[in-house]
């Protein structure tokens, strides 16, 4: 178990529609880093958030938008939603901005139907 | 951003061989170079990790090496074991550290 807390595990749902995915980072984490891993694909960076401010963006869609709490849980929404977008997301925490070792949430499966 | 590739893509060897899987980087001002291993269905996992003024680490079976003129670091597998088969990932940080980039990733498979 990594501390890192990735909720649901699961979500099926219809193009169109809009989900939100969660992520509470380790004890003490400061950063969150979300990504997304399509079939067979590698893992591609989506946003980082560092002590509830955004720090690095990277191929996100505009349809799809993140934010960090007080709390310094993440949350990802992900909008209009499309077949393509069908993928496992997962957010990982680290201690500081300039991150180095990442720990891995067990991730989401979205399935868009 | 930061240009990362890995190679080879897939890799197959005989249980107790070696695997070596090479990742190139761009960023010259990259700084930490670690490597996690992904089994199938799992998360990523960090295995092993290197700073920019050390040339060499080695935990156990595994060890990483860094060329920084060459710009490119290698994941050392020795006398390999099924348990090894996953999808290996490096993910060099470069110099602003806040976008981490990950290779496209190696599918080693190890046969008995």
């Known amino acids: 178990d990594s501390g890192v807390t990735q909720t649901p595990k699961h979500l099926i749902t219809a193009t169109g529609q809009r989900v939100t995915l969660r992520c509470s980072p380790r004890?003490?984490?400061?950063?969150v880093y979300w990504y997304q891993q399509s079939l067979d694909q590698g893992l591609q960076f989506l946003i980082h958030y560092y002590n509830g401010e955004e720090r690095a963006k990277g191929n996100i869609l505009e349809r799809f938008s993140a934010q960090q709490f007080p709390d310094l849980h993440s949350e990802l929404n992900l909008s209009s939603l499309e077949l393509g977008d069908s993928a496992l997301y997962f957010c990982?925490?680290?201690?500081?901005?300039?991150?180095?070792?990442?720990?891995f949430g067990s991730g989401t499966q979205l399935s868009v139907l | 951003g930061e240009n990362v590739e890995q190679h080879p893509s897939t890799l197959s060897v005989q249980e107790g061989d070696s695997a070596v899987i090479k990742c190139t980087y761009s960023d010259s001002a990259s700084n930490y170079f670690p490597w996690y291993k992904q089994e199938l269905g799992k998360r990523p996992q960090l295995i092993i990790d290197?700073?920019?003024?050390?040339g060499e680490k080695k935990d156990q079976r595994i060890a990483v090496t860094l060329n920084k003129t060459a710009k490119h670091f290698s994941l050392h597998i020795t006398e390999t074991q099924p348990e090894d088969s996953a999808v290996y990932f490096c993910?060099?940080?470069?110099?602003?550290?806040?976008?981490?980039?990950f290779g496209t990733g190696t599918q080693l498979k190890v046969e008995l």
């Open positions: 990982a925490s680290s201690v500081a901005q300039a991150s180095e070792k990442l720990f």
């Open positions: 004890s003490g984490d400061l950063s």
């Open positions: 993910a060099p940080r470069g110099g602003g550290g806040n976008k981490l980039t």
């Open positions: 290197i700073r920019s003024n050390v």
